[in-house]
């Protein structure tokens, strides 16, 4: 049996499978070594009846992670999953690794993440060119879901949004300005906090004000992260995977073709791809 994991920073997707076929399928909140340490992640792993049940059939172990961006982080995963799953054979790395990996196979190309935080890089087929693009949701994350709730809520206690949408908006979340700032600045993963807010944005996006927030999120993400990444590898294709990218496609496209840029592949839940991919292989 092998499992393979993808997990954003919101929520973490689980498939348990073999000779290709799914056996278990679930999702726990996402493990993100950035926030969470050995002991939250062995905890979670504990507390989960389906892994305690299965943790000596899995052989093989794949994650794919918000976060996962460094020898260090990622053995914080790694450690805590070869206490867990003594008997498996552990590979660790980044959610661009499996966006990569779902939309390019074995061939190069460019690869984007936009769901819960934002990415891109250039795969040679084998390996993620490094650059300079992944600095985390205060200093970049362009376009995602916790850079669009971050403008969102800054809208919302500056008034600057329409008064339909604000009061929409506050009796679904319950919101004033104590609550948001104490969720930002004082409680843990304010990221977390702010990515929740994308399904208010899908809820209402045939909002001008919405789709006008969106698209200039996209613009940004295009211009910093696509356009650069283009032009240095010119040819080879963009693919992009994640729920925001997926949630609002046609927006996107749109955006992306204004910048002269054209998107292949547009994937919401890569780890299916990922997943047939191993099983090929195993």
Known sequence: MIAVIYSGSRFADWKLAEK????????????????????FILTLLNKNNLLIINAEKIKKIYFFGAGASSKERNEIISNAFSKFFRYSKIVVDNDLKAGAIATCGDEEGIVGILGSGSNAAFFDGKKIKQNNFGLGFVLADEGSANWLGRQLLKSFLTETMPEHLSSTLKNSYNLDAKLIL?????????????????????????????????????????????????????????????????????????????????????????????????????
Request: glycine share 4%; with cysteine; proline share 6%.
């Open 182 to 282: 104490d969720k930002v600045y004082r409680q843990p993963q304010p990221a977390l906090y702010l990515s929740s807010f994308s399904d208010f944005l899908l809820e209402n996006k045939t909002d001008t004000f919405v789709e006008n927030l969106v698209k200039e999120g996209f613009n940004k993400y295009c211009k910093t992260y696509l356009l650069p990444l283009s032009l240095q590898n010119p040819g080879r294709p963009i693919h992009i995977v994640g729920t925001i990218a997926s949630g609002f496609e046609e927006w996107l496209r749109e955006i992306a073709k204004k910048n002269n840029l054209n998107i292949s592949k547009i994937v919401k839940e890569p780890i299916y791809n990922v997943l047939n991919y191993y099983s090929d292989k195993n």
């Open 20 to 39: 290709g076929k799914i056996l278990e399928n679930f999702k726990t909140v996402g493990i993100n070594p950035s926030f969470n340490d050995e002991k």
